[in-house]
């Protein structure tokens, strides 16, 4: 068994990818939706505790597939590029790095699903009703805010919570399969690369929760007062100094069950569909 990187067509990964974004977000958006009530500024109960825990879902259903499209067609293609330059020793190295590219691109569309449905998951209003109050956010320091309101507000710190993220689970994900892959004498099968997606999502999850803390308040936009968020320096600051630092873990556990379970649902999916995707345009697998 050799580490020589597999290599995936780049509309097969496209496709494979969107199928299993779609999956995994609508099979576990109550779990999403209970952590961002845990993490908002206003308290669980009064964030809507476990009433409507489907606010949000149509926002979420439309940007899941071309993120994650977006995110497995830059992953795969960049990791065989890369670990195939010979500077490059580790695998690891082009793991983490097409992992980053990625999540650089899926940002694009995932930040502004995000922002709207964590205030539809808060707020609880309308697609329609949302969408206009966030695009009425002129005077934010969201990117382009004078033409698109508040819609790409926390792109920076999602970036900065998505590397980090990406960082800890690709290589864990890629070095389990190769092994498991090295012991069995043939490629994993979509189980046993979900329970690597399982496994690696969970420890990354745990690590970057503070991070993901940062990013849900600075989308919400404003804390329990009204008053709003400047930047991620600002929403740090202020959460350490008026609740107390463990407030930057509030929501890992439903964040760690959620991306653990989600881990398994989304890395399975995107194998199966990756494989007979394979087979329908007749590549060998």
Aim: with cysteine.
């Amino acid at each position: 068994m050799t580490n020589k990187e597999r290599e995936t067509p780049f509309f097969v990964s496209l496709v494979a990818g969107g199928l299993a974004g779609t999956s995994v977000d609508v099979a576990l958006y109550p779990i999403d939706t209970l952590k961002t009530r845990l993490q908002s500024p206003k308290g669980f109960l009064a964030a809507g505790g476990f009433r409507g825990v489907y606010n949000g879902l149509g926002a979420a259903a439309i940007g899941s597939a071309p993120g994650a499209a977006l995110f497995f067609s830059v992953y795969e293609s960049l990791k065989v590029k890369i670990n195939g330059l010979d500077m490059v020793g580790d695998p690891a190295i082009g793991h983490m790095t097409a992992a980053s590219c990625g999540e650089a691109a899926a940002c694009l569309v995932r930040v502004p699903t995000e922002v709207i449905k964590q205030n539809m998951q808060i707020g609880g209003g309308t697609l329609a009703s949302t969408v206009k109050k966030i695009m009425a956010q002129k005077e934010s320091e969201a990117f382009m805010a004078s033409t698109l309101g508040g819609l790409y507000r926390g792109y920076g710190v999602t970036l900065f919570r998505e590397i980090p993220f990406a960082f800890i689970q690709f290589p864990i994900y890629e070095r389990m399969k190769m092994q498991w892959s090295a012991y069995r004498g043939e490629e994993v099968n979509p189980v046993q690369a979900a329970l690597c997606g399982s496994f690696s999502g969970g420890i990354a999850a745990a690590f970057t929760t503070p991070l993901d803390v940062i990013k849900t308040r600075l989308m919400l936009g404003e804390d329990k007062h009204g008053k709003a968020y400047k930047n991620a320096l600002d929403v740090a600051t202020r959460v350490v100094k008026e609740e107390g630092w463990r407030r930057l873990l509030s929501g890992i556990e439903p964040r760690v069950m959620w991306i653990s379970i989600g881990g398994f649902v989304f890395f399975g999916a995107y194998e199966e569909y990756r494989s007979l995707g394979m087979k329908a345009c007749g590549y060998d697998d």
